[in-house]
């Protein structure tokens, strides 16, 4: 009697650690990172550090929209500097971050649910420059300066030509108008919006050399079906002009 007491003491056990684990496992919240990277994700406040609704941007109103849609629970946070955010996605399961590009060499690192907006790769100067270029290769030979881990950084490096890494984006303008580089390497329309918020605004573009697409990135371990109830959501919400209506909003 006493053994039979046991085992089934031990199969109540092991049914109640089973349901927990179940209840844990259907958890649908994903932790979402995000970096200031105006006009798609900025903190109200202008700092590095921002949770919530004290985040704003084109992409972080299309996010809250896309998953309230889908009826899927997440955290948000704005941290710095990107490529601590993008290690968190790239390893942590439940994780994702947005904006990134979806490039080719990052396309099987991540689940992706977009796009969300546009990013041109431009090559700016100051207004009064005299530097006309054709194409990056006639760019050799200028100080360039770009984002430290941002995708148009890392293509330049890849091309050979060695980039002035900065830990801020913004942080370019005023090198620019200092004239410590020749040519700022960013996104459009993130550059012109950041260089405004610094008070610089004479900018010409010399080149347009790149067309991206942005996306929320999911890590890897995110279920399929959470993926497509994003997407989906995302498309509907495209389909009835509630994205356009948002990019208007800010631009």
């Given at each position: ?30 932790v979402l990172l995000t970096e200031n990277f105006p006009p798609y994700n900025m903190a109200k406040n202008g700092k ?18 896309t998953f309230k849609r889908a009826g899927i629970s997440y955290n948000l946070t704005l941290r710095f500097p990107w ?169």
């Amino acid at each position: 009697m006493f053994k039979h007491l046991l085992l089934a003491l031990a199969s109540t056990f092991v049914l109640m650690v089973g349901t927990v684990h179940a209840e844990a496992s259907s958890d649908d919240t994903l932790v979402l990172l995000t970096e200031n990277f105006p006009p798609y994700n900025m903190a109200k406040n202008g700092k590095n550090f921002a949770k919530e609704e004290n985040i704003e941007g084109i992409a972080v109103d299309i996010v809250r929209e896309t998953f309230k849609r889908a009826g899927i629970s997440y955290n948000l946070t704005l941290r710095f500097p990107w490529e601590r955010i993008y290690k968190l996605a790239l390893e942590k399961p439940g994780y994702g971050v947005f904006v990134m590009a979806r490039l080719p060499e990052r396309e099987a690192l991540f689940k992706w649910v977009g796009p969300i907006g546009p990013d041109d790769w431009v090559l700016l100067a100051k207004a009064d420059s005299k530097v006309q270029i054709a194409d990056l290769e006639h760019a050799r030979g200028f100080k360039i300066g770009a984002y430290k881990g941002d995708a148009i950084a890392q293509t330049l490096e890849r091309q050979g030509l060695k980039p002035i890494l900065a830990l801020r984006d913004q942080d370019n303008a005023q090198k620019l108008v200092d004239g410590q580089i020749d040519l700022w390497a960013t996104g459009d329309p993130a550059g012109r919006y950041l260089a405004r918020q610094v008070g610089v605004t004479q900018l010409r573009t010399v080149l347009r050399f790149n067309s991206a697409q942005l996306y929320l990135a999911l890590n890897k371990d995110v279920p399929d079906q959470v993926v497509a109830r994003l997407q989906a959501a995302l498309d509907q919400l495209r389909g009835e002009g509630v994205v356009n209506d948002i990019m208007a909003r800010y631009l």
